[in-house]
């Protein structure tokens, strides 16, 4: 059998690169309004509004000014709305819970057209959650689409019409589970993030399941914009002659799945440059029959995006067995050291690191070093002896799991997960899956989530929410004839009885990194269970989803947390300057644009989450 690379050829090659010439230019829209044209705002998902008519003086005086009810949400199945618009020519593009595509008067909320993916089929087909949509124009500017990535299908709507482009695909619509290079038989594919746009092509990742069961692959691909046909296939797990074969036991690519791109994908348009964010190999918790480090996954990738040929990548988890997928697009950001304007990629992690690169050449911007963690115990698997720990910035969550973190809410509650600390494998973070039960904390849901970070170039900050979540996860011989070694008999996020966290509070903060140094400026708790304020408890913060965005106005837009609230921070301080109640959870990113020189804030509140109520709305707000 063929080895996978040995351990000093393998560390030799994490940052390896195919250099190309940068190219330089602004990476803003240069029309009279700025707008939120892209899932991550540019394309390059900095998250940040160059605008400043809401600021740090006036922010207080903000209103609603519309709010659209999508009038799809249900409480059986339970929906949400995860989705951030996206705004183009006065026009905002939306997702309803049942992900419904909608064009609304960006400035009025009044409704233009409705596309529902589901008209005229004989039964409806799963919603699901989709996280934003992705606008493309021909060069001369006669077709304009909208491409909007559901389950297993890719569809290209006319921006102006709401209707198929009937030359695309198969009347609108190409089918993702094919044209995989791949035996897709029995296999489930999908899609939760919106494609990319470049040039005349559409991009696209994907993700499915991660076993035990056999899981499709995660290649990330390039379609003709127009037509639909496949351009490019970027193999994730690499077949023979192609980089990074020799991290896997000889023809891995046959059987395993996984190490795919479902957290959304950044493009740097002068360089032509494609860059996504790979999650874990499949079986996620086990990879005895995956010998080696196993490229490509549980990286950054910087790919071109015309040819999908690979300039440089970086793994930030060899041979993962935690689920440390990487959880959401890297952010193109530029920032400042020692005088020197750097363009780098910040890329969060459900472990609460962040790396920063030199966008151009992969090299770490802070030292990262490669530290080793424990063996695994469990027969047959062999985990890669180290795993990369950055120096700068410091974890933004707490990254051991010891008797001293163990929540004292109640003596009860301590008491009981005091015990339970001892019965199960503990300790720093990367404590190997076992049979006996190991408490992974950041658990499987972070750390940081699919809401990525948001960064203000101006004031050289990167800013990041994170949670403080506990799994316990335990392995057990699977049944003979299942087809796979070993199966999960416990998988499950640790609460205490009342439904709070397992460790001491605070369990949800917001934090700034001056991307100088590497340093917090500033560290907040975000959110608070409003039971427990009443109870004495000082402000617990709580877990998030969705992320938050930047503005030049000095401010950091943001909600997710539980207690269903709106809020904008002072970028400098953290101090939280104004909020809004939401009828529910406001579990997205949300964006900020202009139109005739008024600038508006829009999030969507869909619940769903926890003990919030699903809800219909996105809400509008603008002095």
């Known amino acids: 059998?063929?080895?996978?690379?040995?351990?000093?050829?393998?560390?030799?090659?994490?940052?390896?690169?195919?250099?190309?010439?940068a190219a330089q230019g602004a990476r803003w829209s240069k029309g009279k309004d700025w707008q939120w044209e892209h899932y991550g705002g540019d394309a390059g998902a900095g998250r940040y509004a160059p605008l400043d008519q809401i600021d740090k003086s006036n922010v207080g005086k903000l209103k609603v000014a519309w709010v659209h009810n999508c009038g799809d949400a249900s409480e059986r199945p339970q929906t949400t709305i995860e989705s951030t618009p996206i705004v183009v020519d006065g026009v905002l593009y939306l997702l309803t819970p049942k992900l419904k595509i909608r064009a609304l008067d960006a400035a009025t909320g009044a409704v233009k057209w409705e596309f529902d993916p589901n008209e005229g089929a004989s039964s409806r087909r799963s919603a699901g959650v989709s996280r934003g949509l992705c606008y493309w124009q021909s060069?001369?500017?006669?077709?304009?689409?909208?491409?909007?990535?559901?389950?297993?299908?890719?569809?290209?709507?006319?921006?102006?019409?709401?209707?198929?482009?009937?030359?695309?695909?198969?009347?609108?619509?190409?089918?993702?589970?094919?044209?995989?290079?791949?035996?897709?038989?029995?296999?489930?594919?999908?899609?939760?993030?919106?494609?990319?746009?470049?040039?005349?092509l559409v991009l696209v990742g994907g993700g499915g399941s991660e076993g035990p069961a056999p899981a499709a692959p995660g290649h990330i691909r390039g379609y003709d914009a127009r037509t639909g046909e496949r351009r490019w296939i970027f193999h994730t797990t690499p077949r023979p002659g192609e980089y990074g074969y020799d991290t896997w036991p000889t023809d891995a690519w046959k059987r395993v799945g996984g190490t795919n791109n479902w957290a959304g994908m950044s493009l740097d348009q002068e360089r032509g440059w494609l860059f996504a964010s790979t999650g874990s190999p499949a079986f996620d918790y086990w990879g005895g029959d995956r010998k080696g480090a196993n490229l490509?996954?549980?990286?950054?990738?910087?790919?071109?995006?015309?040819?999908?040929?690979?300039?440089?990548?970086?793994?930030?988890?060899?041979?993962?067995?935690?689920?440390?997928?990487?959880?959401?697009?890297?952010?193109?950001?530029?920032?400042?050291?020692?005088?020197?304007?750097?363009?780098?990629?910040?890329?969060?992690?459900?472990?609460?690191?962040?790396?920063?690169?030199?966008?151009?050449t992969g090299k770490p911007i802070f030292p990262i070093e490669e530290r080793k963690i424990p063996p695994s115990k469990v027969p047959g698997e062999e985990l890669w002896p180290t795993q990369p720990f950055p120096t700068k910035p410091p974890p933004l969550s707490r990254i051991r799991l010891d008797k001293d973190a163990i929540t004292d809410l109640t003596p009860e509650a301590h008491a009981k997960f005091a015990a339970m600390l001892e019965e199960t494998d503990h300790g720093l973070i990367y404590e190997p899956p076992s049979t006996r039960g190991t408490f992974v904390h950041p658990g499987f849901r972070g750390g940081t989530l699919w809401g990525g970070c948001s960064h203000d170039p101006e004031r050289n900050l990167l800013f990041a929410n994170s949670d403080e979540n506990t799994n316990r996860i335990t392995l057990a011989p699977a049944q003979s004839g299942s087809g796979y070694e070993w199966q999960l008999t416990e998988r499950w996020?640790?609460?205490?009885?009342?439904?709070?966290?397992?460790?001491?509070?605070?369990?949800?903060?917001?934090?700034?990194?001056?991307?100088?140094?590497?340093?917090?400026?500033?560290?907040?708790?975000?959110?608070?269970?409003?039971?427990?304020?009443?109870?004495?408890?000082?402000?617990?913060?709580?877990?998030?989803?969705?992320?938050?965005?930047?503005?030049?106005?000095?401010?950091?837009?943001?909600?997710g947390t539980f207690d269903r609230k709106f809020r904008a921070f002072d970028a400098d301080t953290g101090e939280v300057?104004?909020?809004?109640?939401?009828?529910?959870?406001?579990?997205?990113?949300?964006?900020?644009?202009?139109?005739?020189?008024?600038?508006?804030?829009?999030?969507?509140?869909?619940?769903?989450?926890?003990?919030?109520?699903?809800?219909?709305?996105?809400?509008?707000?603008?002095?």
């Open 1 to 21: 059998m063929k080895q996978p690379l040995d351990r000093r050829r393998f560390l030799a090659s994490l940052a390896a690169a195919s250099l190309a010439p």
């Open 577 to 623: 300057l104004w909020e809004h109640q939401l009828k529910a959870g406001g579990f997205a990113t949300p964006c900020s644009y202009e139109v005739d020189g008024k600038q508006y804030v829009v999030i969507a509140a869909g619940g769903g989450k926890g003990d919030s109520p699903a809800g219909d709305e996105y809400v509008c707000f603008s002095l």
């Open 493 to 559: 996020k640790v609460r205490d009885d009342r439904g709070y966290p397992i460790v001491k509070p605070p369990w949800g903060y917001v934090t700034a990194i001056d991307m100088e140094t590497g340093a917090f400026k500033w560290r907040v708790v975000n959110g608070e269970y409003p039971e427990l304020t009443a109870e004495g408890v000082p402000k617990t913060g709580t877990p998030s989803h969705g992320g938050s965005i930047a503005t030049k106005g000095g401010l950091l837009f943001f909600a």
């Open 296 to 360: 490509f996954g549980n990286c950054v990738l910087a790919l071109d995006a015309e040819t999908g040929e690979r300039q440089w990548h970086f793994q930030v988890v060899h041979h993962d067995v935690w689920d440390y997928d990487l959880p959401a697009q890297p952010a193109l950001v530029t920032l400042k050291q020692g005088g020197r304007t750097i363009e780098a990629v910040a890329q969060v992690t459900k472990q609460s690191f962040v790396f920063f690169f030199d966008r151009q």
């Open 139 to 200: 060069e001369d500017g006669e077709q304009k689409r909208i491409f909007s990535a559901q389950r297993d299908a890719l569809y290209s709507i006319d921006a102006k019409t709401g209707k198929l482009d009937a030359s695309f695909g198969q009347g609108g619509q190409i089918d993702l589970s094919q044209n995989f290079d791949h035996d897709m038989q029995g296999l489930t594919f999908r899609l939760t993030s919106p494609p990319v746009a470049y040039k005349d």
